[in-house]
């Protein structure tokens, strides 16, 4: 089967809610296993997220245009919702028979987590389900703002429960392709090196590091500098706390105002030239407005997949 999955916001200035965890990250975690073992199964899958918009309705016509012009079979997009702190549980919106069809053994999955169930709800207010010309459904994960919902998600799992209530099955193998560099366990040499040109940081004579798996005084210094940027124990080291700093970092999550993100935000306001103390405050944010605006990006101080890629690829 063709689907196209829809990872939900993730383009500024169309972003997602923020409670005790932030929309943008949970759908593009979500969003990319539930590709990945839709693509293990056999199936074809479009991705419909659009890497840019200069609006928010720009940004929902484009995951109905590319859908639409691809011709997906089914239209999933993937959400989280936020509102007052109590309500929580598990909610799938369709607006057709067909879509109702679909969405009902996908929200059957994810209740099996230990949601509360809110049911198949008509979705015919969404954009996206309007605008699309095949069965669509769009799912409501659980609530970012529920400390009851929080303690129960699992991004595998949930992913796991989107695709057996798509396809029937899991994927019997494990996926290894989640995108999530926090989780990346490889700490040689010439991946520091990589990474310390990848985030633009020279050695003591201010030159790139040759990429040569040794660590001698560039790469040393280099290592140096970036752990002072991060606020952890400069020693030139490439120690776990260092990985764990640079990791986080890679994986790119989506920065707003008064985000205090310790080493990525330090990093962060190393780039675009401001103080370096950890929070992502309105000095900040006017910077990255300028950042933006310079590089020809939607300049609302939101640090998303389209900065970070301007930023460090």
Known sequence: MKFGIDIGHNTPPDTGARGLKYEDNLTLDVGNRVTAKLRALGHEVVLCKPDRASSVTESLSRRCQIANAARVEVFVSIHFNAFNGQANGAEVFAASDTGRRIARPVLDEIVKLGFFNRGVKSGTHLFVLRNTNMPAILIEGCFI??????????????????????????????????????????????????????????????????????????????????????????????????????????????????????????????????????????????????FQKQNGLVDDGIVGPASWQKLIG
């Open 145 to 290: 703002d529920s400390q009851k919902d929080i303690s129960i998600l699992n991004e595998e799992n949930l992913a796991n429960a989107i695709v057996k209530g798509l396809t029937g099955q899991v994927p019997t193998i494990a996926v290894n392709s989640v995108p999530d560099e926090e989780n990346n366990a490889d700490t040689t040499v010439l991946r520091l090196q990589k990474t310390l040109n990848r985030l633009k940081i020279t050695d003591s004579n201010s030159r790139t590091l040759v990429e040569d798996n040794i660590t001698g005084n560039a790469t040393r210094s280099a290592t140096q500098k970036l752990q002072t940027i991060a606020g952890v124990p400069a020693n030139g080291t490439a120690d776990k706390t260092t990985w764990d700093a640079i990791n986080l970092i890679l994986a790119k999550r989506v920065i707003r105002l008064n985000h205090a993100g310790g080493p990525v935000v330090r990093y962060l306001q190393h780039r675009i030239g401001v103080s370096v103390d950890g929070v992502y405050g309105p000095q900040s944010e006017v910077a990255m407005k300028r």
